[in-house]
């Protein structure tokens, strides 16, 4: 649940996370 409030604050970095994710499987 904190995560998800904390995604919302912060939607740049999980942005940011979800791009470094997807460069490492591509």
Do not use: A, K, S, T
Not at 5 to 25: G, N, S, T
């Amino acid at each position: 649940m904190y995560i998800l409030v904390y995604i919302l604050l912060h939607p740049e970095l999980y942005i940011d996370f979800f791009f470094c994710v997807c460069r490492i499987l591509y």
